[in-house]
């Protein structure tokens, strides 16, 4: 069973920076897309970044050259580094794993594993 464990969002303020993680209990790396999605009040999931199997990122554009993913195999783990961070950033912050890509864009289909989530809160 595929679960997926987030830590490291918070507050911060505009400008700041923030790390979050994501533990994987399985092994996912090797078959599955793994990335990271974010929520804000009242609007849908939408993809963040994302990492394929063979080591590709892609990123939405409102965070491209903000956001970094990254992952350590050998931990498991899946990163999100958070730099230049805006308001508009905040959101919770999902780990998401999936057989196909992520979207970078709002997902309305099933994901086949999702974490429970993490808050980002930046303010101006």
């Known amino acids: 069973q595929v679960q997926l464990v987030e830590s490291g969002g918070g507050s911060v303020q505009a400008g700041g920076s923030l790390k979050l993680s994501c533990v994987a209990r399985?092994?996912?790396?090797?078959?599955?897309?793994m990335g990271w999605l974010r929520q804000s009040p009242g609007q849908g999931r939408e993809g963040v970044a994302a990492?394929?199997?063979?080591?590709?990122?892609s990123y939405a554009d409102s965070v491209q050259g903000r956001f970094t993913i990254s992952q350590d195999k050998a931990k498991n783990t899946l990163y999100l580094e958070m730099n230049n961070l805006k308001p508009e950033d905040t959101a919770i912050y999902y780990c998401?794993?999936?057989?196909?890509?992520?979207?970078?864009?709002?997902?309305?289909?099933?994901?086949?594993?999702w974490g429970q989530g993490t808050q980002v809160t930046v303010s101006s």
């Open positions: 990492i394929d199997s063979d080591g590709t990122a």
């Open positions: 399985g092994n996912l790396f090797s078959s599955y897309c």
């Open positions: 998401a794993a999936d057989r196909s890509p992520i979207p970078m864009y709002t997902v309305t289909g099933p994901i086949d594993a």
